[in-house]
């Protein structure tokens, strides 16, 4: 009798394309190693990419988006299947670094802004609460493009904010990293207000009280009290605010374009690469976004106030 | 004196009350929940701010609406204890308590660190964060920073409320050393007749968000005509003093205007003041002294009020007793059969007493 097949060691299998299709311009079948259980769904995957991811790459170019971009037409797929090796080039670093500022200095931005929003929308009964609590939650729902859209023609030469600026001397935000920073504060807003404002109307009013009747004022019990306790509160608005200024892409696209070492992010670096069809360097910056975001959100549901991790 | 008059409308509640309470000892606000007491306490603290409002402690005008003064919450020299003990979940007990403490201006300071940790116990428990606490602890750490940031008026908003029994006869001695060591007057806002009875010597009574009445406590409870008298538990609070000691049957004897109780007791010292609450369901009358009852105490009085109790089968007389009032709730029945009337001398039979202090 033969031996049943060990379904848990590694085995390798042969991959064939889908009957009426090639994978691209490899010749002949790859060699994979994969663990047994994987071999289905893996099987199903490369199909996928096969079928729609890459096939989908090249009527896509026929948009403005690449055009607007300044890339050019891709050549025919040749190098989609080349083992990733480290292809980091200076541009990519150098959109790693204004990625990491941008994300600081807007993270820096949202908590000075966003702490005083979310204390009034917390504690205030004011009727302006319901409309101005829409307001800053609205990038959570509106396409990025259009927020950027707005924020375009507002900070453009004949915009309200435009004018403002150039008549402050400091000349048109779009297009420049202080554009970026604007326009990343406002998309950002919704993550870093919510977060904190649920803090604080989760201690509520009594430590206030209770700080008022041990003789401290107003200000005093904000900072001494107010802002410690909400201080999970605050931790996760400010990691929130962070990633999701990493990963931000339609609002940048809309107001920074893509000029190396001010606006071109990592985000549209990537995207520079995979309509360049450099997919290695596309895979490296991607791969660590996702490394790094999910590294970040873990850190946050990890979180334990009572332990004090942080 | 503590002079007070607010008021303040909701929807649906209004408070209109104005009280005149002496600045030293334990007044007490009483009444149902929802009578507007708390309310009352918070507008004293300034955390409620009332349509119009005057408040005097002592000579010190904290609030006057007439005049536009209203002096913010952390100016007034207060200390307020909630229902729930709200320390500071950040700060370990020592930077709760210090909190209040670093904010008075040291020449205020009227009970020093050591006196203070000492007085509510809580000195093994400065470096532990308050979430380790068990509920009495935490209310004595409250009590302690309340203390701390030297009031002129203390404010205590049911402090035994969210405590269970065992709990409560932990701290109720704290409150009562508080009492009798620092001369702070304290408003103690509470619906329980037992703690009332214990700590308060002044009883401000609220209903509908109005003042009943207000006096004495040993006198507002020796009324027939107030809400006080038709609560199951209605019953007086006398004062008295240890006279003398029964060794070889372990009793006290408890001296008060009008006569004399035993009550089975440790050892105390003679001259000793002794709180005593006799309830109406505890005492009973006769028409002449019973020799062959068991009961132990008996005391000549004479009737000088009958009424009706809230049960239609009861009525409330309240009894004088050569200075000392004491109430008793019997049946309309034993009132016609003994052929009671305002007037009547009597023998009251007590057959219990609870010694509070």
Partial sequence: MAPAPNWLAPQQYRVEPPPNRSFADHAGPTKITISA?????????????????????????????????????????TTSRRVPKMVISPDDWSAVRLTLALAGVVTASLLLLATPIAWWLAHSS?????PISALVTLPLVLPPTVLGFYLLVAMGSNG???????????????????????????????????????????????????????????????????????????????????????????????IGGNIPGETRVLSMQIYNHVEALEYSQAHWLAGALMAISFLVLMAIYLYDPKRRMF | MIRARFVLAYSGFRLQAALEVPSQGVTALFGPSGCGKSTLLRCVAGLERSASGFLQVNAETWQDDTQQIFLPTHRRLLGFV?????????????????????????????????????????????????????????????????????????????????????????ILPFLERLQQELSIPVLYVSHQADEVSRLANHLVLLRDGQ????????????????????????????????????????????????????????AVAIGQPVRLRIQARDVSVALSEHHDSSILNRI???????????????????????????????THRSVEQLQLTTGSKVWAQIKAVAVLQ
């Fill in chain 1, 126 to 130: 004011s009727r302006w609460r319901g």
């Fill in chain 1, 160 to 254: 309200p904010i435009g004018r403002l600026t150039q008549a402050l001397g400091l000349g048109l935000l779009p297009f420049h990293f202080s554009g970026l920073v604007v326009a990343s504060v406002l998309y950002s807003m919704p993550f870093v207000v919510q977060p904190i404002r649920n803090a604080f109307e989760a201690s509520g009013k009594r430590p206030l009280e209770v700080a008022a009747c041990l003789h401290a004022s107003p200000l005093d019990a904000f900072f001494r009290v107010a802002l410690p306790l909400a201080r999970p509160g605050l931790l996760i608005g400010a990691i929130l605010g962070f990633a999701h200024t990493l990963g931000e892409f339609g609002v940048v696209l809309m």
């Fill in chain 1, 37 to 77: 259980q994987m071999r289905n769904r893996t099987v199903r995957f490369l199909r996928i990419i096969e079928c729609e991811g890459v096939g989908m790459l090249g009527p896509r170019s026929q948009y403005g988006v690449r055009g607007r971009l300044g890339c050019h037409a891709p050549e025919p797929i």
């Fill in chain 2, 300 to 330: 000549p009085a004479t009737i000088v009020e009958l009424a009706s109790a809230s049960n239609p089968a009861n009525a409330m007389i309240r009894l004088e007793a050569g200075g000392t009032t004491l109430l008793a709730r019997i």
């Fill in chain 2, 211 to 266: 003042v009943v009445a207000s006096g004495p406590l040993t006198q507002m409870l020796a009324r027939l005509d107030l809400p006080t008298a038709e609560d199951e538990d209605a019953g007086v609070v006398i004062e008295s003093r240890v006279a003398g000691h029964d060794e070889r049957y372990h009793l006290v004897r408890l001296e008060f205007p009008g006569g004399h109780i035993f009550v089975g007791r440790e």
């Fill in chain 2, 82 to 170: 909630f229902q729930e003990p709200s320390l500071f979940a950040h700060l370990d007990v020592r930077r709760n308590l210090l909190f209040g403490y670093a904010r008075t201006p040291a020449a205020q300071r009227k009970i020093s660190w050591d006196r203070a940790v000492d007085l509510l116990d809580v000195g093994s428990l400065l470096h532990r964060m308050p979430d380790g606490l068990s509920g009495g602890e935490r209310q004595r750490v409250a009590i302690a920073r309340a203390v701390l940031a030297a009031p002129r008026l203390l404010l205590m908003d049911e402090p035994l409320a969210a405590l269970d029994a065992q709990r409560k006869r932990e």
